[in-house]
Nanobody
Framework: QMQLVESGGGLVQPGGSLRLSCAASGPTLDQYAIHWSRQAPGKEREGVSCSSSVGNTTIYADSVKGRFTISRDNAKNTFYLQMNGLRPEDTAVYFC??????????????????????WGQGTLVTVSS
């Protein structure tokens, strides 16, 4: 079974940058669609980004478009969320997830991943001065 371990969260000042990592064990990541979501205090969970190789699709939430980038390094079996120009409203617990890739594994906007196989444990990002 796929297992996911998240890292990279922490405290960052407004306008700063942070890179979240999601390390996978078990099946190789190249067969999976990848996804990030977040849940801010007092708010519902929001899909942030989804990327599917089979579907040749990368989708971002409007709230992060142009500031966040999803990527993967299959050699390291790890995928990432690069966050630039961070704002206080980006403060949230961020979750990674994967699903077996197929043509419509990623849908949206807003970005949604289908048939999640595994979730990460979450990592807290706090944007504050």
């Amino acid at each position: 079974q796929m297992q996911l371990v998240e890292s990279g969260g922490g405290l960052v000042q407004p306008g700063g940058s942070l890179r979240l990592s999601c390390a996978a064990s078990g099946p190789t990541l190249d067969q999976y669609a990848i996804h990030w979501s977040r849940q801010a205090p007092g708010k519902e969970r929001e899909g942030v980004s989804c990327s599917s190789s089979v579907g040749n699709t990368t989708i971002y939430a409007d709230s992060v478009k142009g500031r966040f980038t999803i990527s993967r390094d299959n050699a390291k079996n790890t995928f990432y969320l690069q966050m630039n120009g961070l704002r206080p409203e980006d403060t949230a617990v961020y979750f990674c997830a994967v699903a077996k890739d197929h043509r419509v594994a990623c849908r949206g906007p807003p970005p949604v991943i289908s048939s999640v196989e595994r979730w990460g444990q979450g990592t807290l990002v706090t944007v504050s001065s």
